[in-house]
């Protein structure tokens, strides 16, 4: 028997009944001439800036759908995705692909448990929502599934309810969850950074577990953990001993200017056709935004800052045979618009937006490229071999430490000058937070106190080496 599961569509276009008069009407046959009805494609009003990618307003690429067991749609579910959808200010595959797994994973769960999902009873446990908690947080229990997945599924779920709640589509005989206040958020305002409590349910799993404020991690969308200087040291000799010059090249390019993986695989020729000779002062500014065909976080318009030596070596790579090479096997060609990264075959790194419908309709896929080919490197590639170089077996980074490294490597840069007062602490602040693009300061000062914080870990440890080393004495043989 076949199980609920996410189904992927290339390309969803909807449309509604119309007359035969309208633009792009279609007919549609009945089971016989009488039954035939017109439709017209309907078009999708996302609030975006006037910086969004021009594209087929009336289609949606790799829309997910959530099928039953027996394969037809879960129609509240897929509906609801279909608002999240229309409703966004930036539409995002991978996110709502994201929340169709785990109403599939739901869906799964209510058939396996023989569980009504729209019968609420009056005994709070056997209401769906809580023994889908209960379960979830069985397999938390026994590390079967990483916390943050359950609570994601969970907050998929909450989605769900509340909004076929809030748009009258069901009533519950008893409440789904409880709301309770949750964690403190902080987000940017033109006053000043900013904080308000969010309120949370509670089917959310609470963990037991402290952060550790002396680890070597910084919160920054995620755990990052800067790589240190030996570390980066090896990391370098690692990629001149591989020779893949594409998966070089974009290593480099995070590390001297915080790229993020969308950001520096969705670069084009055009970017570093002008001379290198032709360019002042020690940097190449890169303006980064959807219009221009490069994707950022969150669809932010930044800045990269580019040193001039990595841009020559840019500027001579995409002049090279082995750029020209893939190029010209890729859509459109060796032209100005084309990507940077390309793959032997000619296929992008990274699908960007503005690009995607089109290369859906012309490859057939129901997938997006997603820099897939660098994560799968840096596994078999390069942790192999920094792995035996360093003598640790466990020895692990991920693509977006990169990015961290850079903010602590700009940190010990400008260490001396706020020591000096040659710069403010504050200056230093605001500059870091605009080359790595962050909404909040708040964000970047945690690389500024990462490097203080380390260093009073370091000056605990010498101030007890001595201490250790006199105790060692009682235990010789």
Known sequence: MDRPRRHTLPLLQLAGLSD?????AFFVDGEDRHDG??????????PTSSDAPPAEDHLLPLFPLV???DGSPWPEATLYLLDLATEADQYEPQTLGYKADDLSNYRQFLDDSEVDWLDFPKLKNKRPTYRYKAYLKRLVDLERLPRSIAN????SVVGLYSRLIQDGHVQLAHEPWKMRPGVRVFFASSTGPLQKQVMATDLMIATTERSNPFDDCIQDEGKLRPLPRSEQDVLRETLKKIGNTEMT???LLSLVSSARIQTALTLRKKNFIAPPESVKGQEVRLLCKASLGIDTKKGKVGVLHVPIQLYRIFHTYIHSERYRSRANKADGGDQAEQYVFLSHNGSPFYDAKRDLIKSLQTKQRRYKRTGQAVRQFIKEKVLPLMQKALSNP???FQFHDLRATFGLRWVEAMEPLIQSGAITYSKALDDLSTLMWHS???VTEQYLKYKSRRNDVRKMNEAYQADLDDLSLFFDP
């Open 394 to 396: 466990d020895y692990h």
């Open 20 to 24: 035969e008069t309208s633009i792009y």
């Open 37 to 46: 009805y017109f439709l017209s494609p309907k078009k999708f009003v996302f």
């Open 249 to 251: 090249l974009v290593h």
């Open 152 to 155: 994601r599924r969970l907050g």
């Open 67 to 69: 099928l039953n067991a």
């Open 440 to 442: 909040s300061t708040q």
